[in-house]
């Protein structure tokens, strides 16, 4: 049983390692916005390179991330830990020295696995290492000390920038990476699950990757016209195909139906003896267990945040490049442009849950969502010569209050649509629909806006796509809200057993991507459905 106590030597090292080890993952994510105005001229990409710099993160990250969590449940949460963060650093080295954009994509994709194997199995280890007293607390404190480097991070990557170049955003996760595996090895216990059993949906998760890929590329490359739309086409098709068998493949393996050639695993707690014997290998247990939309109410509020995830993934990618190619903003300055949304998150996410929690969700982020989309419109008039305190801070601040009502509600309502026994599981549903709405978003959004090709060399032509995006992912929003308005239920947070659930993101909120919660104390911590 675990029994390390947050205030004690041992807690205060469990938490360093998983908070720089979870941080590292998700600075990359950001920070990277910032350099690519450098990066882009400096290895000749256009926007379609600077949107795959993006997107080959995210990609990876979306596909594995539920797979990351059940290879830590099975082979260590520790082990598995420790092999992301040093392929995590690995890739980075890789990306740092990239020579053109296509080293640099495969880099990314590189490392978004390895943000996929070390983000899951920092949370499960705080979940299986402290005692139940301390764990919400511990669970706490990750979450907000998360939300302060995820702060720091846009202000830190636009130094780098400035300072070193923008192969050094990449190259200081090393010794970052460096200190994780140090503290790891020698402080952080290994912790398995005992009732992990079955083999891993390997295939769930390769289809996953392969229908997210297919599809992000047609949406990138089919507005540059020519030989690359015949790709396209192709790719999109079999993106198309890949999420159909993959829908197949997860609701034969959730129904226990037998496939040619396996078996149906055991029911935990069966008698085996009873058990049929059937030749072949045993079924894994599916990546994605479709039994969870089952509810309604979990359905609606994923769709809702598929919409909203989608908008909001285009503006944190266009947002800092707009200001540096059109406002003619540093990249420190541009970096930091952002900051008062994460401290608005950070004030007031908590108070935002609670309200949810009295009224219901379905109010909050209704209203939340239609002024995070009046803050989008007003940001999409940032243009030439834009002074920071009148041109930009008011739309950020109208955009973060909005933005502030919605992720706690949302996340809250998400776990509360879904048993009990399902809330790690959803939670990670979540998390990858979150991150693959930005994937598909950031792919499509800007070419339909008008900005391919060079775009980002010429600030006139920037603007004015930019302004074009940023309406269109205020539509999102504004269907969010109307999402949210018809199919969130007042009562949302008392779950399906009737009981009101406790807000979610007491600390922080993430803004990327909701952030992966942790199951309930009655079962073991697991984040992953494939074993």
């Known amino acids: 049983m675990p029994d390390v106590r947050l205030g004690t030597a041992p807690g205060r090292w469990i938490l360093l390692a998983t908070v720089l080890g979870s941080s590292v993952a998700m600075l990359d994510s950001t920070v990277v916005n910032v350099a690519l105005p450098r990066l882009g001229e400096d290895l000749g990409a256009d926007m379609a390179g600077l949107q795959w710099t993006v997107n080959a993160y995210t990609l990876t990250l979306a596909g594995f991330i539920l797979l990351g969590g059940s290879l830590g449940d099975r082979y260590g949460r520790r082990r598995i830990f420790l092999v992301g963060v040093v392929w995590f650093a690995v890739a980075s080295v890789l990306c740092g020295a990239a020579q053109d954009v296509g080293m640099l994509v495969a880099a990314r994709a590189l490392q978004g696995v390895g943000g996929a194997l070390l983000t899951p199995g920092s949370l499960a280890i705080i979940q299986a290492s402290f005692s139940s007293d301390d764990r919400p607390r511990a669970v706490g404190a990750w979450s907000g000390l998360g939300g302060v480097a995820g702060a720091v991070g846009p202000f830190a990557g636009g130094w780098l920038v400035e300072a070193a170049g923008w192969r050094w955003v990449f190259l200081l996760n090393v010794p970052l990476a460096a200190v994780v595996v140090l503290v790891a090895v020698r402080h952080v216990p290994e912790s398995v699950d005992p009732d992990a059993s079955g083999r891993f949906d390997v295939l769930g998760a390769a289809l996953a990757a392969l229908a997210l890929a297919g599809t992000t590329y047609a949406l990138t490359e089919a507005p540059g016209g020519g030989s690359g739309a015949t790709a396209a086409v192709f790719a999109g098709v079999g993106g198309i195909v890949a999420a159909v068998v993959f829908v197949l493949v997860e609701r034969a393996r959730g129904r226990g139906r037998h496939l040619p050639g396996l078996r149906s695993a055991p029911l935990r707690g069966a008698d085996s003896s009873r058990s049929p014997k059937r030749p072949g290998r045993a079924v894994p247990h599916p990546m994605l267990p479709l039994e969870v939309f089952a509810s309604r109410q979990f359905s609606a509020v994923n769709l809702v945040t598929f919409v909203v995830y989608g908008g909001m993934g285009v503006l944190f990618f266009l947002f800092v490049l707009n200001l540096q190619v059109v406002g003619g903003f540093s990249p420190i300055a541009a970096g930091t442009a952002l900051l008062p949304v994460t401290a608005l998150m950070l004030l007031l996410s908590a ?42 801070l008011p739309p950020v601040i109208v955009f973060g209050l909005g933005l502030s009502a919605v992720v706690a509600p949302l996340t809250s309502t998400v776990l509360a649509s879904a048993d009990e026994r399902h809330a790690g599981v959803a939670s990670g549903v979540n998390n990858a629909v979150a991150r693959a709405a930005g994937l598909l978003a950031v792919a499509a959004i800007p070419p339909l806006a008008g900005l391919t090709g060079a775009a980002f060399t010429d600030p006139a032509e920037f603007s004015d796509g930019f302004r074009i995006a940023m309406i269109v992912c205020a539509g999102l929003l504004l269907a969010g809200a109307m999402l949210s308005f018809l199919t969130v239920s007042a009562d949302a947070l008392r779950g399906p057993s009737g009981e009101r659930r406790e807000p979610q993101c007491k600390s922080s909120c993430g803004v990327g991507a909701p952030q992966l919660q942790p199951e309930p104390e009655t079962v073991p911590a697991r984040h992953g459905a494939g074993a």
């Not at 309200?355 to 109010?363: F, N, S, T, V």
Request: hydrophobic content about 55%; overall charge positive; cysteine-free.
């Open 351 to 392: 108070r935002a849950g609670a309200l949810a929690q009295k009224i219901g969700p379905r109010i909050p982020m209704t209203v939340g969502l239609v002024v995070a989309a009046v803050g989008m419109v007003l940001v999409g008039r940032i243009g030439a010569g834009a002074s920071y305190a009148r041109d930009v």
